[in-house]
């Protein structure tokens, strides 16, 4: 039976990870993720894409007051309460606008030492005000600073498939490079690219599209290296028109929570096919 094996919230866009045995589904995201981000001097989004390092930066939530807790190797820690002080300042997400609260200048010291460039840390105090993209969502989906859609889902056997195309030597390419939200044990090898709607538990999910890969998936999560793998072997067996992809954007129809273990049901398919060789 298709179940939950992991959940997982990013709650610094491109920070390391929280590993999760139950989360909160909002309209936007997991409650937590991906609700601070880093911008460069004209507001634009700071990512591994650029700047890998950010792998390697530690990131837990303060649970009393909503705040986050940064840290790295050889860096002191840094605690950064939720900004009350209603300083807003625009900020871009591909090619999304959206209204954010300034973190302040201790946290833009933190990290702009840490990048050794300057950088502003800024929160989503109102997850309303970023849209889904309306081609693949409906009036009304909101997103977090995600880079498009509430959640990623991927299946333990799609990237077991994955690795049987890629060399040894470049070593078993782990699921953290992909950056899901939860991830699907039980099912066979890309049948997420057919999803059309799903439950998961008792929360219903609509599958907007595949999920397009980048240079991240290239990136050691630990220490921020990169390498070629796994780019090239989606390159040559996982085209979708021009996007190179590996798991499922996820839309809610509705909030509720989701559990590791929990159930994953079909409710519709797609006719949707992605190109494999």
Same mark, same amino acid.
């Given at each position: 039976?298709?179940?939950?094996?992991?959940?997982?919230?990013?709650?610094?866009?491109?920070?390391?990870?929280?590993?999760?045995?139950?989360?909160?589904?909002?309209?936007?995201?997991?409650?937590?993720?991906?609700?601070?981000?880093?911008?460069?001097?004209?507001?634009?989004?700071?990512?591994?894409?650029?700047?890998?390092?950010?792998?390697?930066?530690?990131?837990?939530?303060?649970?009393?007051?909503?705040?986050?807790?940064?840290?790295?190797?050889?860096?002191?820690?840094?605690?950064?309460?939720?900004?009350?002080?209603?300083?807003?300042?625009?900020?871009?997400?591909?090619?999304?606008?959206?209204?954010?609260?300034?973190?302040?200048?201790?946290?833009?010291?933190?990290?702009?030492?840490?990048?050794?460039?300057?950088?502003?840390?800024?929160?989503?105090?109102?997850?309303?005000?970023?849209?889904?993209?309306?081609?693949?969502?409906?009036?009304?989906?909101?997103?977090?600073?995600?880079?498009?859609?509430?959640?990623?889902?991927?299946?333990?056997?799609?990237?077991?498939?994955?690795?049987?195309?890629?060399?040894?030597?470049? *070593?078993?390419?782990?699921?953290?490079?992909?950056?899901?939200?939860?991830?699907?044990?039980?099912?066979?090898?890309?049948?997420?690219?057919?999803?059309?709607?799903?439950?998961?538990?008792?929360?219903?999910?609509?599958?907007?599209?595949?999920?397009?890969?980048?240079?991240?998936?290239?990136?050691?999560?630990?220490?921020?290296?990169?390498?070629?793998?796994?780019?090239?072997?989606?390159?040559?067996?996982?085209?979708? *028109?021009?996007?190179?992809?590996?798991?499922?954007?996820?839309?809610?129809?509705?909030?509720?929570?989701?559990?590791? *273990?929990?159930?994953?049901?079909?409710?519709?398919?797609?006719?949707?096919?992605?190109?494999?060789?």
């Amino acid at each position: 039976m298709p179940r939950i094996a992991s959940i997982h919230v990013y709650p610094l866009k491109s920070a390391r990870g929280i590993d999760l045995t139950e989360a909160a589904v909002e309209p936007w995201g997991l409650a937590g993720d991906r609700r601070w981000m880093l911008v460069d001097p004209e507001g634009r989004f700071v990512s591994q894409r650029s700047e890998p390092s950010l792998g390697r930066i530690d990131v837990h939530l303060d649970a009393a007051g909503g705040g986050l807790v940064v840290g790295t190797e050889g860096r002191p820690s840094l605690h950064v309460p939720v900004p009350d002080d209603n300083r807003l300042t625009a900020v871009q997400v591909w090619r999304s606008e959206v209204k954010a609260a300034l973190a302040g200048a201790e946290a833009d010291a933190w990290f702009s030492a840490f990048l050794g460039r300057p950088v502003q840390l800024v929160h989503l105090d109102d997850p309303t005000r970023r849209l889904v993209d309306p081609a693949y969502g409906r009036p009304g989906d909101r997103v977090s600073f995600a880079d498009g859609y509430p959640l990623l889902a991927t299946a333990a056997g799609s990237l077991e498939a994955l690795r049987s195309w890629i060399d040894e030597r470049h *070593g078993p390419i782990p699921m953290n490079r992909f950056r899901p939200n939860v991830v699907v044990e039980g099912i066979e090898p890309w049948a997420e690219d057919r999803w059309r709607r799903i439950r998961i538990g008792q929360v219903d999910f609509r599958a907007a599209k595949p999920s397009g890969r980048c240079l991240v998936t290239t990136t050691d999560q630990r220490t921020g290296e990169r390498g070629s793998e796994p780019l090239k072997a989606l390159g040559r067996h996982r085209r979708f *028109g021009t996007k190179l992809v590996f798991g499922m954007n996820l839309i809610p129809d509705a909030p509720g929570t989701i559990r590791l *273990g929990d159930e994953v049901t079909v409710l519709e398919w797609s006719a949707r096919r992605v190109a494999q060789r």
